[in-house]
């Protein structure tokens, strides 16, 4: 029971710090840096403020320990589909590997962030 905990904590917090730590701190520090992916891949640039809000109150479902189940399951699932299109995105657009690998990536650790929370739910 641990041992999934930690797990879960640590996969979730990959998760956070790569879809709402890294992209709000963009948005404060460094907001010309803001919409430089999503105008490589012909998005507009309200685009990339609507996602960063879209991840971020995501991410804080996900974690907030409060959040009913349900909407924990649609958080889930919105951060999913984000990473699924950015590989979209990056294959159809710029066809650069490391680019699409990426959200795969990252999509593994917030399944493995999914799986575990399911495990300490009926744990508990």
């Not at 640590?10 to 999503?38: D, K, Q």
């Not at 971020?56 to 349900?70: C, D, F, L, Q, S």
């Not at 889930?76 to 299109?85: D, S, V």
Request: aromatic fraction near 16%.
């Amino acid at each position: 029971m641990k041992k999934n905990k930690i797990i879960f904590w640590i996969a979730t917090i990959i998760i956070a710090l790569w879809e709402a730590v890294m992209p709000i701190s963009c948005w404060i520090f460094a907001p010309e840096y803001m919409t430089v992916g999503t105008k490589a891949l012909s998005y507009p640039d309200y685009f990339a403020y609507a996602l960063v809000i879209a991840k971020v109150v995501g991410v804080v479902a996900v974690i907030y320990p409060k959040t009913p189940r349900n909407i924990k399951e649609w958080a889930y699932a919105g951060l999913g589909f984000t990473l699924i299109f950015a590989f979209i995105s990056h294959a159809c657009v710029d066809k650069n590997i490391g680019y699409m690998m990426m959200p795969l990536a990252f999509l593994g650790i917030l399944a493995a962030s999914y799986i575990y929370s399911q495990k300490n739910d009926s744990n508990d």
